[in-house]
């Protein structure tokens, strides 16, 4: 009997001392997992965790930690197992919920990761990360208002959250609340959040509202950073255009055009700079160019006529004009223009004619009332030219050249303070030339007020 007693014993104590000393081999291990981790060794880390929960399988860390391992060799499934566990052993940690999460937002299970990160606020309300992961993926879903809530939120509580201010920008953006997107893609920036992406959706913010000048800078800084490209060229060149900055703008056209010849509204566009800068000449190559790709365009054989009359090639500006009208026979300013053609020949009938035209396609048209009037005033039809320039300051009474010819025409016919009145008329709405004829012929004719 005594013989047995002692190896049972034995064994008895070795159980004892093993079931008492299990916990502390378990830690011994899970720090040795921890290094591992810590070391970027995780397919290691996660066998050492899982030797640690051998030995003490209700300690919430050792569940956290391999999951954080699963995590970073992308064992999803086994993450949320062992962070399920871990929460189990620990429901009041709002750090599991958090990473839980994160890994559903991994998996794109995103309703699934917005609960946890909801969860996590709930256990820990001054929990920034759980308010910004949530509110990315509200963002993500479309839930533009949560997403500005949630953010919000982050931004209270540091305001310093540059990628806050970034995210929350892209929400108003999308609820079309642009002046409140660009404040905030404005304070990522201030915060050194200089990154490309916060500069390409600003610059559209800001287009949107006509922020013109805000925008070239954020192009300019985007081709600082990543070079200049077809479109961009073309984006910041039309920016310029509207600005009436020609002289930058056909520069940024042209660049486009080396990149891509074939750039239609880079081409268009820059045909009408030149010639807003009086470069007749290239601004007639580039219509020329446009025209041969679309020869059914009214608009393009327009401006090249128009562009024409102003080089005095009235012949091609005339064929290209009445070239307009095969496409689209009421166009008034093409018929005008020709009416102004014929004038610019001498042939004033003619160009009566086409005035008469234009005012049959429109009737409240002031500019043809007005060329009507000069045609016949030229022919000394000054009844009927006062009375054209009638109708046109009827339809414009800010025209003051109308005001100043039909007192032209009025001192022809004698009716000198008629005449000195339509002058100082024509001089109050900025028609400088006025003053000559008033000091020639108004000094009996003072102003009526």
Wanted: hydrophobic share 35%; proline share 2%.
């Amino acid at each position: 009997m005594k013989k047995w007693i002692i190896p049972v014993l034995i064994i008895v104590i070795i159980v004892v001392l093993f079931f008492l000393l299990r916990p502390k081999f378990g830690k011994q291990i899970y720090q040795k997992a921890e290094d591992l981790y810590d070391s970027a060794q995780f397919v290691q880390a996660v066998e050492k965790y899982s030797r640690a929960i051998w030995f003490d399988e209700d300690v919430s860390e050792y569940y956290t930690g391999r999951a954080l391992a699963y995590d970073s060799i992308s064992e999803f499934n086994k993450a949320i197992q062992d962070y399920t566990k871990a929460i189990a052993l620990d429901s009041g940690r709002h750090q599991l919920y958090y990473f839980r999460g994160l890994t559903y937002k991994n998996m794109n299970h995103l309703d699934s990761a917005i609960m946890d990160f909801s969860r996590s606020v709930e256990l820990e309300n001054d929990f920034k990360m759980g308010y910004y992961q949530r509110g990315f993926l509200e963002l993500k879903k479309q839930q533009f208002d949560e997403a500005i809530e949630d953010f919000s939120k982050v931004i209270r509580l540091d305001s310093s959250f540059a990628d806050a201010y970034f995210k929350r920008g892209s929400a108003y953006r999308e609820l079309n609340k642009k002046p409140e997107a660009i404040s905030d893609y404005s304070k990522a920036l201030k915060l050194g959040m200089d990154n490309l992406n916060v500069y390409q959706q600003r610059v559209k913010a800001r287009a949107a509202v006509s922020d013109y000048r805000g925008a070239i800078e954020d192009y300019t800084r985007i081709i600082e950073m990543m070079g200049g490209n077809e479109e961009l060229y073309y984006q910041r060149g039309y920016l310029y255009y509207l600005l009436q900055k020609f002289d930058k703008a056909a520069k940024d056209f042209t660049s486009c055009l080396e990149q891509n010849p074939d750039n239609r509204d880079a081409r268009y566009h820059r045909a009408h700079s030149y010639a807003q800068l009086q470069d007749y000449g290239k601004a007639v190559d580039d219509f020329l160019r446009v025209s041969k790709t679309e020869p059914e365009n009214p608009k393009v054989w327009y401006n090249l006529g128009l562009t024409e009359l102003h080089m005095g090639r009235t012949e091609e500006a005339r064929e290209h004009l009445e070239k307009v009208l095969e496409f689209k026979k009421d166009h008034k300013r093409a018929v005008l223009m020709l009416g102004l053609s014929y004038a610019n020949m001498g042939n004033i009938d003619r160009s009566i004619d086409f005035f008469g035209r234009a005012l049959k396609i429109d009737s409240t048209y002031a500019t043809a009332y007005y060329y009507r009037g000069k045609s016949k005033e030229i022919k000394g039809e000054h009844k009927a030219a006062i009375e054209d320039y009638s109708r046109a300051i009827d339809y414009d009474e800010n025209y003051g050249i109308a005001y100043y010819d039909r007192g032209i025409s009025k001192i022809q016919l004698n009716q000198f303070n008629e005449g000195c009145q339509d002058f100082y008329k024509a001089l109050d709405k900025g028609y400088k030339k006025a003053s000559e004829m008033i000091n020639t012929y108004c000094k009996q004719h003072p102003k009526k007020e």
